[in-house]
């Protein structure tokens, strides 16, 4: 899931290729570099590690051209060294890929044969060197492009620029996202409309397989087969893209304390205006068409998919099925008519929640995305895209983008229950009542922050910790494990409190904290008796409960968190604050890079 962007200017591209980069960073950042068609000739800067790394490098050896592509790497095939940092460079050819060339081996050892020569470990070099080859042969810049792509197993976004050509470049895409950005005697490519807003708000977003010939004053799209094609030009909101972290040291607490008031618009936006009923502005899916619902995502999107299957099964009495995409992809589970099929991802693009829209795609018998981004493939390819309205986010591991995925989500699973006749306008009213009240609790929850830094303290010395939950609190005992491993690289597994004893209860010692989301629920006193029996064992209990839960179980634990009392339904979006704020404050107590942890990206656009 690298960054591609492409510049075919009018002046001097370098500082505007370097911003563009700057806003894909959340994309990968193990690398980045540009290649530019400058007066002597194409000219290539790469360096290691993030951005500013390259912009060093630029400072000690400046590159000017008027067009030029760059590239910010997250690393699949080999190591991010400089070597493996795109452009890659075959002869007259520079080119920058996302995504993977799966038959990238035969192709190389073919074209090694032929003797070519190699720089680099990475499946995209092949790219540049195929093209090269073809070129070789007497091909035209456009036609050594088609004859590549023809060859290419796997998924790829690309640009492609030619020595001695300072008016063209080439894009293609298959799999990963690509945007064309229209500009005043400037064309320009992108892996999203966020890359590009520096520049235009007038993008065309290219299709499945299309690829595109570029000038400064026209393009022309072709699809797969090679016809040429028109794709509609949008107008995207810029103002929505601004983004900056205000007060706050980082994207990530700045995006958690936005959480109420996102929230509410997320909310408001699914809500009659007098609060009174579900109001689903794209036209209400009919819950009681169906007799299954499969709800399919990658990472915390997933664990919002978890807490959902609660809601719709026991609000709504629908069963509800639940899968990460990688795996629901490949076990080609049987989909039919009578199932409908929820998809939800921040981003719109992640590889495997788009393939397995794809594959449910004609045999459910809807198919609905939850999504951030509305102009993502999994937004356009759906055929009802539901936007959560969380407003762009940074930080690469997702904090309000969660809660506005359970916000839809708990709509929905309203609507169901009345669909199938399980609520009635009464229950339906209460249950909305219950959700509008969600943002002032979020922000009581927020109050809590002073206690989440003092446990943080102790708990950054910890090498490994548990999480605990029952009910759709298990699944805010994964989310909180997940956040606080990508933030603060500390070991943590999360558990469904019941299942403590059939097995994680060993690794309990009094090194091991145990953190334990406990409402004051139906369930509350079985969560008590597992916290009892950790306690029995030396362990450090964490107890984040309402004033009732820790009144009731606070003895002998080692530190308590105090969440605002709240009905059962809207708990887990009430606890994904302690959730998301002591992996914060963990990863800040320990100096990690909370915005960009190592080795992971925001847009996963490879499998
Ligand atoms: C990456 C991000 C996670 C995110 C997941 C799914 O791993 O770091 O924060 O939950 O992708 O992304 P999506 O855009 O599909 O929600």
Known sequence: MCGIIGILGKSDTTPKLVSALKRLEYRGYDSAGIALIGAEGMDIRRATGKLAELEAVLEAAPVSGLCGIGHTRWATHGAPTKANAHPHRAGPVAVVHNGIIENFRPLREELIAKGRVFLSETDSEVVAQLCADFLEQGLSPEAAVAASLARFEGAFALAYLFEGEDDLMIAARRGSPLAIGHGEGEMYIGSDAMAL?????????????????????SYQVFDALGNPVNRPETKVNLEAMAVDKGNHRHFMTKEIFEQPSVMALALSRYLSPDHGAVHIPEGAPDFSRFDRLVLVACGTAFYACHVAKYWFEQIARIPVEIDVASEFRYRAPPIGPRDAVILVSQSG??????????????KAGQVIAIINAPESSIAREADLALPIKAGVEVSVASSKAFTCQLAVFAVLAILAARQRGELDEQGEKSLIDKLVSVPRLMDEALKAEPAMIDAARELAKARDILFLGRGPLYPLALEGALKLKELSYIHAEGYASGELKHGPIALIDDLVPVICFAPV???????????????????????VSDATGIKRAADGTWAQIEMPNCDPFIAPIVYAIPAQLLAYHTATEKGTDVDQPRNLAKSVTVE
Request: proline share 0%.
């Open 197 to 217: 807003s520096g520049v235009t708000d007038r993008i065309t977003y290219l299709d499945e397989g299309d690829w595109a010939v570029l000038h400064r004053n």
């Open 521 to 543: 629920d139906a369930l509350f006193d079985k969560t008590v008796s597992n916290m009892q029996e950790v306690m029995a064992r030396g362990g450090k209990v964490l107890l």
């Open 349 to 362: 693009e992640t590889a495997d929640t788009l393939a397995a829209l794809r594959y449910v795609k004609g």
